[in-house]
């Protein structure tokens, strides 16, 4: 099993920033994919920015410029830098880990509890 254990969010003005950061223990597997995604009140659940062991990113269009995804392999820790604020990035915020196949197939995904992001205007 993996648990994922997610800090950093808060409250911030607009043009603030903020560093989320998400642990994951347990049963690592060598292959992963870290993500984090975001939902905000009457909203669908979106990615944010994902990053595999391979060091292959994406990041939604959204954020791209202002937010940086970035891994610590030594503590299975991924970090989302997240700069130039605004209020419509406010939202509740998920770390998800994918366990990858040799074929690059994910076969178990695990989400954090969230953390939460308030920017105001």
């Known amino acids: 099993q993996v648990q994922l254990v997610e800090s950093g969010g808060g409250l911030v003005q607009s043009g603030g920033s903020l560093r989320l950061s998400c642990k994951a223990s347990g049963s690592i597997s060598r292959a992963y994919v870290m993500a984090w995604h975001r939902q905000a009140p009457g909203n669908q659940r979106e990615l944010v920015a994902e990053m595999d062991t391979r060091g292959v990113t994406n990041y939604a269009d959204a954020v791209k410029g202002r937010f940086t995804i970035s891994r610590d392999n030594a503590n299975n820790t991924a970090y989302l830098q997240m700069n130039s604020l605004k209020p419509e990035d406010t939202a509740l915020y998920y770390c998800?880990?994918?366990?990858?196949?040799?074929?690059?197939?994910?076969?178990?995904?695990?989400w954090g509890p969230g953390t939460l992001v308030t920017v105001s205007s």
């Open positions: 998800k880990y994918k366990s990858m196949s040799s074929s690059w197939i994910a076969y178990r995904e695990v």
